[in-house]
């Protein structure tokens, strides 16, 4: 019977030292936030120019495939979409939409990622692993923008 209560005591004392820990570190990581503002923002500059020139990537590729063939036909890899507006199917849609909802997937898991680590950094290791994600991920996809590298994604992703 001792032995029960003193551990139900213990779980107590458990939950009393995990909210404890929580309400520092919340307070730790503001006082990080303010101190280090600008190593905050900079990040968010990155990230979003890394989101712009995936986009830039994107409407590159398109309009020099529209300047080499300017009679190509778009088909709609989405079969809904293309039932719903009336536009003919792409022959090869189910491994066209898979790679378009596995792009749409990594993006997700990029933006849940970065803003996880951005509320919950609350020191130089936690800023230290947020910088290293954003950095890699621009360099990739700021490549991508730059030169072929997204040739070779794309081969990846799609197949061929």
């Known amino acids: 019977m001792a032995d ?8 107590a004392d458990e939950k009393k030292i995990k ?7 919340r307070t730790v990581g503001k006082a990080f936030k303010k101190e280090h503002k600008w190593m905050i923002r900079t990040l968010d500059i990155i990230f ?5 020139s995936n986009c830039g990537a994107l409407i590159i590729t398109n309009a020099l495939v529209f ?11 989405n079969p809904v979409a293309a039932e719903t507006h009336g536009f ?3 022959d ?3 491994q066209l939409f898979a790679g378009i909802m596995l792009h749409m997937f990594a993006w997700g898991l990029f933006l849940v990622y970065f803003l996880y680590s951005r509320y919950y950094v ?3 290791t936690s800023y230290w692993s947020l910088m290293f994600f954003v950095v890699v991920a621009f360099t990739v ?3 991508d923008f730059v030169n072929d590298f997204g040739y070779w994604i794309g081969k990846m992703v799609w197949g061929g």
């Open 19 to 25: 909210i404890k820990v929580k309400e520092k570190r």
């Open 141 to 143: 996809l700021f490549l």
């Open 92 to 94: 090869n849609n189910k």
């Open 67 to 77: 300047k080499v063939t300017p009679t190509v036909t778009l088909l709609e890899a």
């Open 4 to 11: 029960e209560i003193e551990y139900e005591q213990l779980l």
């Open 88 to 90: 003919e199917t792409h």
């Open 48 to 52: 979003i120019l890394m989101i712009l």
């Open 122 to 124: 609350y020191s130089m």
